[in-house]
């Protein structure tokens, strides 16, 4: 059980980093219908302000009344991360830091005794990560990465496709591609490319999801084993601007995935077993829609003699859903589901075990690379 409950009938929120991404889950707390923002803290204050200001003019946040009437809540800036820690009018913290200063942040936010939801990858290393869910667990807090898809209404019923004996069988493969073509200055001005900052590149960024997915596909299960090789990287030679990688669970059952700065946007998961197979064509960020689609196939070859025919058997499934910024989106609910976890008191365990099981798998995965694809037990 949760052993730090905000007094109030919505938590509220400090960020910690004012990301690009954070001006997404600023809509979302707006949205969640158990959040406000309360305060924003940035390298220096002028930068909190400018942030705060931009979102208010789109998404101006308020809380609501119990008698339903809406009140302006203008949060508070700081140029000081610990300013904001110390604060009692803040529950929760959104740290959107990068990946190599988060480990100080969680943790500090934990000894304060806010609840912790942190950007992807989670860590450095997988011993990072575990001294963050240590400090959280200590300290009767909660902790939850941010991967959004994670709480999507499609991944319920998609999984109800996988148990499928008679359409999908047994399942075999999941392959996942998450890529995006950067521009020329990205290796120069981004901090994705920074080893510095983001060590891990386009394998943090993007292969983070990867190796999400492919955990809940075969129902969080730690794989036996990984092989990954950076494809390429920027000129210092140790952030990846492309990896694939491979994983080996129990039960025969393999994954792959490529991650990608140097190609075509493309969210793309194929899960695969001995009589169907599943596709989605947005694993991670679903396309402009009120639904989430996905496909299930079962194409048949038949040969008769000089006639040979593939014919197409392709069924078409979907959740009412809307891709973003709406109360039913998946980083609505992502806010909202912790937002309830602690409001109601009750601890989230998946959300630390997937989080610490996809950074070793992550690890797995860079110690194969510098041992040239070698595989590597788990």
Known sequence: MTQSTPDSKVVRWGFIG???????????????????????????????????????????????????EATLARP????????????????????????AVRKQWVIAAAKAGKHVLCEKPMAVHADDAEEMIAACRDNGVEFMDGVMFDHSARLPSVKEVFADAQRFGKMRRIQTHFSFCADDSFESGNIRASAELEPHGCLGDLGWYCIRFSLGAANDE?????????????????????????LKFKNDLTAGFFCSFRCVNQQTATVTGDRGYLTIDDFVLPFVDAESKWQLHSHELQVDNCRWNFGRHTTYGAVAEHASGEADSQEVRMIRSFGDAILNGKSNDRARDIAIKTQRVLDGLRRSDAENGKWITL
């Open 18 to 68: 004012a990301a690009q991404i954070a001006r997404k889950n600023w809509k979302a707390v707006r949205m969640s219908g158990n959040g406000v923002v309360a305060a924003v803290a940035s390298r220096d204050a002028a930068r909190a302000e400018a942030f705060i200001h931009d979102c208010s003019m789109e998404v101006p946040p308020v809380v609501i009344g119990k008698d339903g």
């Open 222 to 246: 730690l794989p036996i084993a990984v092989s990954g090789r950076a494809v390429s990287v920027y000129d210092d030679g140790s952030v990846p601007s492309e990896f694939q990688g491979e």
């Open 76 to 99: 508070v800036a700081f140029g000081d991360y610990q300013a904001l820690l110390d604060r009692d009018d803040v529950d929760a913290v959104y740290v959107a830091l990068p990946t």
